[in-house]
């Protein structure tokens, strides 16, 4: 008979600690003697907010632990877009929630806000630890009550976020493993000069195509021009490094120049096997900003829809900061901005033999 102790029965109650977590609920509005129905409801959906962002957090810190070698094994790419797609399908839930507590109605949540003063969504440290993890630094932030995100935590929580802050974010492990990617400069084939010379074909090709129609008046056609760009606009920074610097300096960009033009290289060659993984790493990190504004966006109008022009429990502004937050707290832009630079598949630079072969699979690349 097996006596190890590793393989001993466990109970599902003791195993999830349900006692412990079906007692958590404290409802401040029956201790006062006015119990309010919908106060359990907001508790819960909190404290499970709560679980997922400590299972997000899990996830980050195991990519970022993968990502902190100087080498990347190309199989922690592959194991850090299964745990990116992980966090996404929490965040998708997260948002979900936001449609259950919409089922307490205004003056259901009137019955007990003011026991909450002066807790807030603000006091949230799993939270603050997931946006400094992806890459939300200090000087991106919205001010809250023109203090420090952080104030509102222990001296022990501020010393945690502030290590955060020091050491390197998803965002800069990723910009730092982008730099190193090989394929940009080999041989006599260099990417960006070969990509210039396709961007410029083609918009030489657009705008004759646009002035020779008789279809447009002379006024649509300047605007379908302006509409098009030239190297002088869109494509400007990707062309000429100081202007790009420049961009980053001014606060404009944060991605640095050689990360860029691999975020597009891998963009444009997405179809190249060896590609694929990295693709599709780009794109995660991208649709997590993306449901993440989503969540502080419906965060923003749950609140408007209870609280109209009433400040937040916390002091805050209420609707209007958890407004501005969805609009500037985008930690993967620069990722989003890539789709300004890509040209058609058509009009892509022809890669060298050699290299398309480095960027196949032998059995496949081979014979070519």
Known sequence: ????????????????????????????????????????LFIITHQVYELWFKQINFELRAIIRDFSARNVNEKNVGIAVGRLDRIIEIMKLLVQQIGVMETMTPLDFLDFRNYLFPASGFQSFQFREMEVMLGLKDNMRTTYNNKPYNCVFSEEKRHTLEGLEKGNSLFELVE????????????????????????????????AA????????????????SMLGDTGTYFAGIMDKARHDAMISEGKLRLSYKATLAALFINLYRDEPILHIPF????????????????????????????????????????????????RHHIFADFHNVSTLLIPRSELPVLPVHLRRNLGFYFSAVNE
């Open 1 to 40: 008979m097996n006596t190890d102790s590793k393989y001993s029965s466990v109970h599902y109650n003791s195993y999830l600690q349900v006692d412990k977590i079906t007692s958590a609920q404290q409802l401040r509005s029956s201790d006062v003697g006015e119990p309010a129905h919908d106060e359990m």
């Open 176 to 207: 730092d493993w982008l730099e190193r990617t090989p394929f940009l400069d080999v041989g006599d084939f260099n990417f960006i000069a070969e990509y210039q010379k396709a961007v410029n074909s083609m918009l030489s090709r657009e705008k």
């Open 210 to 225: 646009i002035m020779s129609t008789d279809i447009l008046t002379d006024e649509t056609k300047q605007m379908r021009l």
């Open 280 to 327: 599709m790493l780009l794109s995660r990190l991208v649709e997590i900003d993306d449901h993440l504004t989503t969540w502080r966006y419906r965060h923003a109008q749950m609140v408007m829809r209870m609280l109209g022009k009433k400040m937040g429990t916390g002091g805050s502004s209420g609707h209007e900061y958890l407004a501005t937050t969805a609009a």
